[in-house]
C-alpha cells in the first residue's frame, strides 16, 4: 500500500519562506511523476508544481518563480520550497504520485492527506 505523509506546513508571513515534505512509502518512489497541489474550502484543487521521474520540473504560471520543487530518491522524499509567500498562497497543500507527466488531479493515483499553509499579510 502506498503511503504519502506531508509536514512542514504552517504560519508565515508575507514575503516569507516555508518548505514541505511528503515522505512516501510502500512503493517505488523512483518510478513516480510527485507533483504539488493545493485547496482552499469551497474550490478545486489547483496543480502547483510537479517533478518527473527524470528530474524535470512544471509550474503553475502563479507560482513560477517563488516555488521550487525537488526530489531526494534515496529518501523517498519530494519537497516544495516557497519564497516570496503571498496571502493567496494560503491553502492546505497536498503531495500526490503520478505514473508519468500529469497537472490534473485525475493524473495522479496516490494522494497525502495535506497539510496547512497560512500566509499572513
Known amino acids: 500500500q502506498v503511503q504519502l505523509v506531508e509536514s512542514g506546513g504552517g504560519l508565515a508571513q508575507a514575503g516569507g519562506s516555508l518548505r514541505v515534505s511528503c515522505v512516501v512509502s510502500?512503493?517505488?518512489?523512483?518510478?513516480?511523476?510527485m507533483g504539488w497541489f493545493r485547496q482552499t474550502p469551497g474550490k478545486e484543487r489547483e496543480f502547483v508544481a510537479i517533478?518527473?521521474?527524470?528530474?524535470?520540473?512544471h509550474y503553475a504560471d502563479s507560482v513560477k518563480g517563488r516555488f521550487t520543487i525537488s526530489r531526494h530518491n534515496d529518501k523517498n522524499t519530494v519537497y516544495l520550497q516557497m519564497d516570496d509567500l503571498k496571502p493567496e498562497d494560503t491553502a492546505r497543500y497536498y503531495c500526490?504520485?503520478?505514473?508519468?507527466?500529469?497537472?490534473?488531479?485525475?493524473?495522479?493515483?496516490?494522494w497525502g492527506q495535506g497539510t496547512q499553509v497560512t500566509v499572513s499579510s
Open positions: 500526490a504520485a503520478a505514473y508519468g507527466f500529469a497537472i490534473t488531479p485525475l493524473g495522479y493515483s496516490y
Open positions: 510502500g512503493g517505488s518512489f523512483s518510478d513516480y511523476g
Open positions: 517533478v518527473t521521474m527524470r528530474g524535470s520540473t
